[in-house]
């Protein structure tokens, strides 16, 4: 199995720290890639960006899966904590207490002409 130019231990390739990977030159005169987080996906294809070139990396997986996110992306959601503050409410108040007080003074009462009778 195996479409790979060669392969090449992880102790072979040099490590980039700025970039976040390891890499290892390529016949064309560029270089294979792969980064430490494809290594911690089990991912053991370096590709060279140059050509269709690719190297299997031969490196023990458990050496990458613990390591620490540094790149994680984190999402960095400033937030505002605006305080509200409350308003005075007491309008609301006010307003049951005038329903409660509300009485009815002249209801229509209804006429009850007794015509005839
Ligand atoms: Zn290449």
Redesign the pocket.
């Known amino acids: 199995m195996g479409a790979y130019?060669d392969e090449i231990e992880i102790e072979d390739m040099v490590w980039d720290a700025e970039k976040g990977v390891f890499h290892y030159p390529?016949?064309?005169?560029?270089?294979?890639e792969i980064s430490r987080r494809q290594l911690a996906d089990y991912e053991d294809i370096a590709t060279?960006?140059?050509?269709?070139?690719v190297i299997r990396v031969i490196f023990d997986p458990l050496d990458f899966e613990d390591e620490p996110d540094e790149d994680d992306e984190g999402e960095l959601e400033a937030e505002s904590s605006e305080e509200d503050k409350d308003s005075d409410s007491d309008d609301d108040q006010a307003f049951e207490d005038a329903l409660e007080n509300l009485t009815i003074s002249d209801a229509p009462s209804p006429v009850t002409a007794a015509a005839g009778g």
């Not at 016949?27 to 294979?32: L, S």
């Open positions: 130019y390529c016949p064309c005169g560029d270089r294979f060279c960006p140059s050509c269709s070139l």
